[in-house]
């Protein structure tokens, strides 16, 4: 059964920290990687992706990627009252349309 | 460029009857995947289409099944509805294998 895991949460930081959310996954296989944000009510938006290892910046988002560990990571800086949501971690293992996405981590970032 | 467009957005049902639900890919996307998302169980993969084949299949009763149509929308079905099919029903489309996946609004089902 390939799975992915995250911090169950709710994670809490205080506006303009830096937010860390970690996700693993099982099967050494795997090759594309993603980020999700789901606002309460809504439907999941797409925020990073990454496929090789190392980091990949875009904005204040930083994803990243270590697949000798098995390990994805998001690093959010400069955290707004805006980034409140859950993200959710999906990892695609055999480069079709399945992704297997993780249980998400609720993220609440305080004024 | 357009969304993903999912329709209806709510429904309503009873026990017993059927659904089906509606996605429009982005256009030029081959790819559309399934997905049921409940408070519970969250995000669950039902099945991906590929120029009108199903390309793989999640871990669902044969109650549920889909299609795609050569112009790449596609509809998913389900027969005999259970009080646990109350779900979010999200679609997705992906221009390339293995590459970015892209979700439309959903369908809000609820089984009465």
């Known amino acids: 059964q390939k799975e992915v895991e995250q911090n169950s949460g709710p994670l809490s930081v205080p506006e303009g920290a830096i937010a860390s959310l970690n996700c693993t996954y099982s099967?050494?296989?795997?090759?594309?990687f993603f980020w999700y944000r789901q606002y309460s009510g809504k439907s999941p938006e797409l925020i990073m992706s990454?496929?090789?290892?190392g980091d990949k910046e875009d904005g204040r988002f930083t994803a990243q990627l270590n697949k000798a560990s098995q390990y994805v990571s998001l690093l959010i800086r400069d955290s707004q009252p805006s980034d409140s949501a859950t993200y959710l971690c999906?990892?695609?293992?055999?480069?079709?349309?399945?992704?297997?996405f993780g249980q998400g981590t609720e993220l609440s970032v305080k004024p | 460029k357009a969304g993903v467009t999912q329709t209806p957005r709510y429904l309503i049902k009873t026990r017993g009857q059927q659904v089906t639900l509606s996605c429009s890919p982005i256009?030029?996307?081959?790819?559309v995947s399934w997905y049921q998302q409940t408070p519970g169980q969250g995000l669950q993969f039902l099945f991906e289409?590929?120029?009108?084949?199903?390309?793989n299949k999640g871990n669902f009763p044969g109650r549920f099944s889909g299609r795609q149509f050569s112009n790449s929308r596609s509809e998913m079905n389900v027969s005999t509805l259970e009080l646990g099919d109350s779900a979010l029903y999200l679609c997705?489309?992906?221009?390339?294998?293995?590459?970015?996946?892209?979700f439309g609004q959903g369908t809000r089902l609820t089984v009465v």
């Open positions: 997705a489309s992906s221009g390339q294998q293995g590459r970015e996946a892209f």
């Open positions: 099967d050494r296989g795997s090759q594309s």
């Open positions: 990454i496929y090789s290892n």
């Open positions: 999906a990892v695609n293992y055999n480069q079709g349309g399945k992704l297997i």
């Open positions: 256009s030029g996307h081959r790819s």
């Open positions: 289409y590929f120029s009108e084949t199903q390309r």
